[in-house]
């Protein structure tokens, strides 16, 4: 574990520690900070150090007039100087600095013991941006959590909270003008079980819940108290299910809805005639009222065109603008409602959806489906918030699937979060400029429960918030994670879940003279793995781990930390395959896509079948125009009699099994010989008998040209994902 030193154990990390000479202790201690400027304590933290230290009163005693801030942090009002000495501890800023202050002391003096090296801190966040989102449309929070999670950005230093309130399953906001939004739109007659998608499988429970007008300032005050900007998010043209059961005037064909009961995208959307702008202006007008915030975020996301192909007042509206497609009207609607926020004072903030068809002169782009539409919004002069799903997404897997709760699939850890570069290299500075940040989605689809959402959320977070304040030379992963675990401490003390994935044991493959051999190791290299290949759970006395593991015959290889003979984190526990290609070589034609890409070609032949609920780790993922295009070389002839090929189904993620898939076969010599597999079992693997003898074995598969309307990613390229060719 590396040395963690004075300031150092801060998270997220200070820009500046300079060390002094000599220990505060704390029972000497004075706060110096500006007149009319409270600490805050979370109650728990307060009863830890009464219980550890005695009363806080001498902490708190102490206000005085500052003198003027250091040079390093006058120009930034989110910027702060804490000096700590032998009897005193003075703290320098404007508001918002002094909150930042406050936040570092906590943890120091939580980290302390009771004594703090004396040192100066001058610190200043990177980015303006720092925000972490949350959907209570799919699932509903009550307002004391959302203060809690408020509580969370702010001990962070992350301060914009990105508030998802309507969706297909629901709508969370009173609109006084519109009442039916919060009596019929803000309830769902029940909540599909688990993925079971098709056939569908409903929980019969009613799920409802809104946010009253009262209830919101309450919450914009609060956030506003803890220096935390709190974004809406009015979704349209498209998500919006749960308006139109209430409203179903607003839509093309004016048909009875109902509030969705499943996820994914609806091909009712919005209509574009001049009624429904009227209807959603009186909307943003009473959100305004209640949101101060620069920005108005309106989603733009997923809007089907179907409904607006057969529409007359659409089709109108195309011809009457001179507008080519129904790509054009989206970025028409868009427009209108970015004019109409412009003409109040607001912004227009969008996912980048709204790109198509042209951009909105003053709207902002949120970019999600990776950083391409980041980047060329950028270029455009166009303010940005990066938020790829790659990195961004903390619905997605946090550690192995196996020892997870049910999530919508992807794999992004904690390392791969704390990795995120938010300026992509392909902008030249001036264009970088426009980059106002980034933020963490945390989509609610399978978190029904506070608990649930601060685990999804943490410490991907924490890893998050180091990304947005500290400078990246700054920034070193394994000092990240010594300073994580005292950390998770004080999340525990406040009575924060979180994950403890970071204590998992990991596994790695390795090829080496058509040999497989499995290399395992964690996060926290100074603690013991051991591990069994029976079976069985390892325990303190199992065999320590020194050496990978070699993989002659099926195994279940099951692993786990330890420290100081207590285990950490949860069992590793995998079932190795061995087949005639595994850990063969294998040559792709055209490469994965870089965020389905892990353990590249060699993810085919591991010996590892990837198994539902999927997460990113054991599959590789094609899209558009590039395929699957493998060749797999057995090293000599063999008699051939099956081959399998183990794909993937996950139309939420839109993910889809392939269009179309050919194999040939050959020998040292001759030629490639067509043959076909025929068969899919419920896992989703494809096989057929082959019976031939071969060394080569070429399998192209195609996937889907675009996902079919009405699916999640209606419209877009579908994905093919593969995790294990299987030869027999």
Request: contains cysteine; hydrophobic residues 35%.
């Amino acid at each position: 574990m590396p040395t963690v030193l004075l300031g150092q154990s801060i998270i997220p990390l200070p820009n500046s520690v300079t060390k002094a000479s000599g220990k505060l202790v704390l029972q000497n201690l004075d706060v110096l900070f500006e007149p009319g400027q409270e600490i805050k304590h979370d109650d728990g933290v307060t009863s830890h150090f009464e219980n550890k230290f005695g009363s806080l009163n001498t902490v708190l005693s102490s206000q005085v007039k500052v003198n003027r801030i250091e040079e390093q942090v006058q120009n930034n009002a989110e910027a702060y100087e804490l000096k700590i000495e032998p009897k005193q501890i003075t703290m320098r800023g404007d508001k918002a600095g002094l909150f930042y202050a406050q936040q570092s002391l906590q943890q120091l003096l939580f980290n302390g013991g009771g004594k703090l090296d004396c040192q100066t801190i001058i610190d200043a966040p990177r980015f303006a941006w720092r925000g972490m989102h949350l959907d209570v449309s799919r699932h509903f929070f009550s307002v004391d959590f959302i203060k809690k999670y408020i509580d969370i950005l702010a001990m962070h230093k992350m301060n914009t909270f990105h508030w998802h309130l309507t969706d297909d399953q629901g709508w969370r906001i009173e609109i006084k003008k519109y009442p039916k939004l919060t009596q019929i739109a803000s309830q769902r007659k029940e909540t599909m079980v688990g993925k079971n998608f098709n056939p569908y499988v409903g929980d019969g429970v009613p799920h409802g819940g809104f946010y009253t007008q009262e209830q919101i300032k309450e919450v914009v005050a609060y956030a506003k108290e803890r220096f935390v900007t709190v974004v809406p998010e009015i979704e349209m043209p498209g998500h919006s299910v749960a308006a139109l059961s209430a409203y179903p005037q607003y839509s093309c064909n004016q048909k009875p809805l109902q509030a969705r009961t499943t996820w994914g995208v609806s091909e009712d959307v919005y209509c574009s005639k001049d009624e429904t702008f009227t209807f959603l202006f009186n909307i943003l007008d009473e959100v305004m009222e209640l949101f101060p915030s620069k920005y108005i975020h309106i989603g733009g996301d997923e809007a089907p065109k179907t409904r607006w192909k057969s529409c007359q007042q659409c089709q109108g509206n195309i011809k009457k603008h001179g507008l080519k497609d129904e790509h054009e009207l989206q970025s028409y609607f868009i427009k209108k409602i970015d004019a109409y926020l412009t003409s109040k004072g607001r912004y227009t903030i969008g996912w980048d959806e709204i790109l198509e068809g042209g951009l909105a002169p003053n709207a902002a782009v949120m970019s999600w489906r990776g950083e391409a539409g980041g980047i060329a919004a950028a270029k455009l002069n166009h303010k940005v918030v990066m938020s790829p799903g790659s990195h961004c997404y903390f619905d997605h897997y946090q550690g192995n699937k196996k020892t997870e709760p049910l999530a919508i699939g992807g794999y992004t850890p904690l390392k791969k979060t704390y990795s995120y570069e938010p300026i992509p290299a392909a902008l030249s500075k001036d264009a970088a400029s426009y980059i106002l940040g980034a933020q963490g989605n945390v989509w609610t689809e399978y978190m029904s429960t506070p608990e649930q959402v601060m685990y999804m959320a943490l410490p991907r977070l924490s890893a998050l918030s180091e990304v947005l304040w500290s400078g990246k030379d700054q920034r070193n992963y394994q000092n990240f994670v010594g300073r994580l675990i005292p950390h998770l401490q004080l999340l525990k003390l406040q009575r924060i879940n979180y994950s403890t994935a970071l204590f998992d044991v990991m596994s790695k493959p390795s090829f080496k003279n058509g040999q497989l051999a499995i290399s395992l190791f964690s996060d926290l290299p100074a603690y013991t793995i051991r591990y069994t290949t029976d079976g069985t759970k390892p325990t303190a006395m199992s065999k320590r781990y020194s050496q990978a593991v070699k993989i002659t015959a099926p195994t279940n290889l099951q692993a786990a930390l330890f420290s100081n003979g207590r285990k950490m984190g949860n069992v590793l526990s995998e079932k190795y395959l061995s087949h005639l290609a595994t850990a063969k070589k294998v040559e792709l034609q055209f490469p994965p896509k870089k965020q389905y890409s892990t353990g590249g070609a060699n993810t085919l032949l591991d010996g590892i079948q990837g198994t539902l609920p999927w997460s990113g780790n054991e599959w590789l993922g094609w899209r558009g125009k590039e395929h699957m295009a493998a060749t797999v070389d057995l090293g000599s002839n063999q008699k051939l009699s099956k081959i399998k090929i183990s794909f993937l189904q996950a139309p939420e993620s839109w993910i889809y099994l392939p269009q179309d898939v050919s194999v040939m076969i050959k020998g040292s010599n001759g030629k490639y010989k067509s043959y076909t597999l025929n068969k899919w079992d419920n896992d989703f693997t494809l096989e057929g008998n082959i019976n031939t003898t071969g060394r080569y074995i070429k399998i192209d598969a195609y996937p889907m040209n675009k996902i079919p309307e009405g699916m999640a990613g209606a419209g877009q390229a579908a994905w093919l994902f593969c995790s294990e060719i299987i030869v027999e």
